[in-house]
């Protein structure tokens, strides 16, 4: 599927153009939903992405909002490939499947972890060590889906068109012994080989450097191909997540995340610094 055409994309594009029509016709939502004879309630619900919307639906409000022929056949045409399925629906009851869409999606992450490795960078023991400690209630077959998906999903590094991540680890997630260490030493050599990768930037904050940007928490800011999809931010907790899509928020992640850059080691001493840990653990 190439990037930007998947339906989790598509949705978010969909409900933005709906909420933008509506303001420039100069409706409320509770007006909305008297022209159509149907709840206030469900236009916002709409507009905010949390129900599916019908091209049944985009027909009659974007007749309500007095939209041109092009525009009405475009967006119908955009909710039919919204409600399409895709790959990582079959996985929707473990993990956010509006995550992995974007994610999917988009042809650029930069993100920062502070007491973990990311998961697009994990071994398959890390990962199965780590969901086993964070989720102990899981069973056997669930840990084995969640990592099929892990690996679904770091195979977006090595496509033909891959996605250009750029990572910030805290050494501590370097340190941290998750499964012990023959694990860690399998994760380092890990890091090592996708750290190679010329679509890849890794870098590590050292412990000498003492406080900095973002220690109060992980988060992702992806972007997309296309000029009509703006960049996203994504804090992860463990029962849910939280996306950030106002300008001002995006752009304060990207400066934290600047910062970040300048704090940490470079790529090769960050390599280097990764070597040495790995040496350590064996």
């Not at 594009?13 to 309630?41: K, M």
């Not at 909710?79 to 790959?87: P, Q, S, V």
């Not at 956010?96 to 972890?113: F, H, M």
Request: glycine content about 6%.
């Amino acid at each position: 599927m190439p990037r930007g055409s998947s339906p989790t994309l598509r949705k978010r594009r969909l409900v933005s153009e709906l909420r933008r029509l509506r303001e420039a016709a100069g409706l409320t939502i509770e007006e909305v939903g008297e022209r159509l004879e149907c709840s206030a309630s469900k236009i916002s619900r709409i507009e905010t992405g949390r129900v599916g919307v019908s091209p049944r639906d985009v027909r009659d409000m974007l007749t309500a909002y007095g939209a041109d022929a092009a525009t009405l056949e475009e967006l119908v045409q955009l909710a039919r490939e919204a409600r399409r399925k895709a790959w990582w629906d079959e996985f929707g009851d473990i993990v956010p499947g509006r995550y992995v869409g974007y994610e999917a999606d988009a042809d650029s992450i930069r993100t920062y972890q502070g007491l973990m490795i990311p998961g697009l960078l994990q071994c398959e023991a890390y990962t199965r060590s780590l969901i086993s400690q964070v989720l102990p209630e899981a069973s056997a077959a669930e840990i084995d889906r969640r990592v099929r998906l892990r690996k679904a999903r770091q195979a977006l590094l090595s496509e033909d068109d891959p996605l250009r991540l750029h990572v910030v680890i805290d050494e501590a997630a370097l340190r941290r012994l998750v499964g012990g260490t023959g694990v860690m030493h399998t994760q380092m050599a890990r890091l090592l080989e996708v750290g190679a990768m010329p679509n890849v930037t890794m870098q590590v904050v050292p412990f000498s450097v003492g406080g900095y940007a973002a220690m109060d928490g992980p988060f992702v800011i992806l972007s997309f191909p296309e000029r009509l999809d703006p960049d996203v931010v994504y804090i992860e907790s463990t029962r849910s997540g939280v996306y950030l899509e106002q300008s001002s928020d995006v752009n304060w992640y990207a400066e934290v995340f600047e910062r970040l850059v300048r704090t940490a080691l470079k790529p090769a001493e960050s390599a280097s610094l990764i070597t040495e840990v790995a040496r350590t653990l064996t």
